[in-house]
């Protein structure tokens, strides 16, 4: 999201405490974006996997067809809010935001039919436990972590080619580093992005057009980390069925 305002200006005539308040309010909002989607997801999933003609038309029709295709509408969905967030209203945004969040549910329902509700759960409350201890990491820590960004995004380039390669050599070797490697860079990207947040916060009038949206991305940002990295834990700590 590329606002012009100069940071530096906007907040001379703030005090420290003023800026600590503008910005515990914004991450809140973030947070509360970014939970109120985790909460969709998890419904979503939940009432699909009690669908049996959702689940055949998905997983068990003799093609995943549709299931790829719900993928690619959700990529499509995520880079076209990306990418055009400055040109769209804020309700859009929000709306685009919710529907990916329930999209993603019916995508993320596969879980529940190769692991245990029980490491499901289990590995809900790991994931949650570390994306909050990295999260405040980023929030409290004095050290910048604008030069860790390139190295993950490198790194998270990496990690998706080597994934889309791995499906077809099926390697086992490739599966469990890709794996390893996934879960540090986005324990990395959860305190970078959270960083980040906290910055864009005195860019923009939270209650303006521009903050609702920044609210918005923002969450869209810590939700892919927390599901991303929810998925890799769950290869390592998930008992499948």
């Known amino acids: ?21 503008i910005q515990a309010s914004f991450i809140n909002k973030v947070y ?35 299931f790829y295709v719900l993928i690619i509408v959700e990529l499509g969905l995520v880079f076209w809010m990306v990418g055009r967030i400055n040109q769209m ?12 969040s329930a999209l993603n549910g019916l995508t993320l329902s596969v879980v529940f039919l190769l692991y245990t509700k029980a490491s499901i759960a289990s590995t809900f409350f790991v994931t949650a436990a570390t994306f909050g201890v990295m999260s405040l990491y980023g929030y409290f820590t004095k050290k910048d972590l604008t ?8 790194a998270l380039i990496g990690f998706i080619i080597a994934s889309i390669v791995n499906i077809f050599l099926q390697s086992t070797f490739i599966y469990w580093i890709v794996t390893y490697a996934g879960i540090l860079i986005f324990v990395g990207l959860t305190a970078y992005d959270t960083q980040k947040i906290k910055k864009m916060s005195l860019e923009f009038e939270i209650e303006s057009e521009e903050g609702k949206k920044g ?26 069925r």
Not at 1 to 20: C, P, R, W, Y
Not at 46 to 66: C, K, N, W
Request: proline share 1%.
């Open 89 to 100: 209203s804020s309700g859009l945004a929000t709306g685009l935001f919710i529907l990916y």
């Open 1 to 21: 999201m590329n606002f012009s305002k100069n940071i530096d200006t906007s907040v001379q005539h703030l005090s420290a405490e003023q800026v600590k308040s």
């Open 215 to 240: 609210a918005i991305i923002g969450a869209l940002a810590l939700y892919l980390d927390f599901i991303n990295l929810f998925l890799l834990l769950l290869r390592v700590l998930g008992d499948r």
């Open 32 to 66: 509360m974006w970014m939970c109120a989607a985790l909460l969709i997801t998890g419904f979503v999933a939940l009432r699909a996997i009690t669908s049996e003609t959702l689940m055949t038309t998905l997983f068990g029709s003799g093609s995943m067809m549709p």
């Open 147 to 154: 030069s860790w960004g390139n190295l993950l995004f490198m």
